[in-house]
């Protein structure tokens, strides 16, 4: 890892829930936290926990030197789509293994609340 650049991957221990445009897309008890330095919290859920039936894959990909190549799915909710609002590492690098397989959402494409907080 490049120095000074930390991650950081815990239970959430909380209860997450992702909603877009009124409509529920996750919720969860298991979710899972990525600190990550320079960037704000990430919630990490299991794909049992994420209705993925509005999921359509992407051919999007990114690559991150500290998780690895992530993949993306678009949701199609409320009659619209929106791109590439989720992805996931289905296989991370070693110091990112807790996340594997989970899914996030961009949290400022949707509404994410933690326990219900926003």
Excluded: N
């Excluded at 877009?20 to 320079?38: H, I, P, Q």
């Excluded at 619209?80 to 990112?96: G, N, R, T």
């Amino acid at each position: 890892m490049a120095s000074g650049h930390k991650i950081t991957i815990i239970p959430a221990d909380r209860h997450v829930e992702v909603f877009l445009g009124g409509e529920k897309l996750a919720s969860s008890d298991r979710a899972v936290v990525l600190a990550e330095t320079g960037l704000p919290d990430r919630y990490y859920l299991p794909a049992q926990d994420v209705r993925t039936d509005l999921l359509r894959p992407t051919s999007t990909t990114s690559t991150c030197p500290f998780k690895g190549a992530a993949t993306y799915w678009s949701v199609e909710a409320g009659g619209e789509v929106h791109e590439d609002l989720v992805w996931s590492y289905k296989s991370p690098i070693p110091q990112a293994k807790e996340i594997e397989g989970l899914m996030c959402f961009y949290p400022d494409r949707v509404t994410l609340t933690v326990d219900g907080e926003r």
